[in-house]
């Protein structure tokens, strides 16, 4: 692994003044920018729709929008955040009446395309996909709200998971979103994953281009 992304997730962002946080994170280091979108129905928390997603491109965000959806059903948001302008998203196999479906509905329109798992769930859920999609995201928290403890034994499954993408030798991101921040983050990049996803141990901080390069640091200490 050679590339390495930090992708704050603006679940913890001052919602008053997103679009000035959005655009100081990524100014501090950061690659992505996370959507946690939770409809409370599939997951008990309701956050942002796609109508957030166009009004940061419309306000001049050109960064990386990476928008894990935690609702069902997936596709027709799914197709509103390709117009809103991501450039990413992220779906639960369960949250779907057709896995290979909601992959093409997505693919085909130009937006790269992820699966999600759940701490309690096993790899093989995304398994039969691999050579379809861009990402793999392992939540290490239970979805439904931020600032959650990290779940240890996730790791486990995070190197399983990075033993199959490597096995294919295909280019799919690795992501784990829950409870990251300097202690956690060198452990999930020892386990295999190359993208982190972190809200409050970022937006919770007074100086975002510190931070961001101090989880940096944490990878390689």
């Known amino acids: 692994m050679s590339i390495v992304r930090i ?6 962002a001052n919602f008053a003044a997103l679009g000035q946080e959005v655009n100081a994170v990524l100014d501090a280091g950061a690659d992505w ?4 979108v939770m409809d409370n129905h599939y997951v008990p928390n ?14 001049g965000v050109t960064g990386f929008l990476d928008v894990h959806l935690m609702i069902t059903p ?25 896995v290979s479906e909601t992959i093409q509905l997505i693919k085909n329109s130009g937006v790269k395309v992820g699966l999600a798992l759940n701490p309690d769930e ?14 793999v995201l392992m939540m290490s928290v239970f979805p439904g709200f931020g600032g959650q403890k990290f779940i240890p034994e996730v790791l486990e499954n995070v190197a399983k998971v ?3 993408i490597d096995a294919i030798d295909r280019d799919i991101a690795l992501e784990i979103d829950g409870g990251i921040n300097q202690e956690t983050i060198g452990k999930a990049y020892a386990a295999g994953a190359d993208t982190f996803v ?12 510190e931070t961001i390069s101090k989880l940096r640091k944490s990878i390689n200490a």
């Open 7 to 12: 992708a704050p997730s603006i679940l913890s």
């Open 33 to 36: 920018i996370h959507f946690d």
């Open 46 to 59: 309701l956050t942002v729709g796609p109508m957030v997603c166009k009004s940061l491109r419309e306000f």
């Open 74 to 98: 997936v596709n027709n948001l799914a197709s509103s955040f390709i117009e809103a302008g991501a450039n990413l998203i992220s779906f639960h196999p369960s949250a779907t009446e057709n």
């Open 122 to 135: 096993h790899v093989s859920l995304i398994e039969p996909y691999l050579e379809d999609i861009d990402l």
């Open 162 to 164: 990075r033993s199959l």
């Open 198 to 209: 972190a809200g409050s141990a970022i937006f919770n901080t007074s100086d975002y281009n």
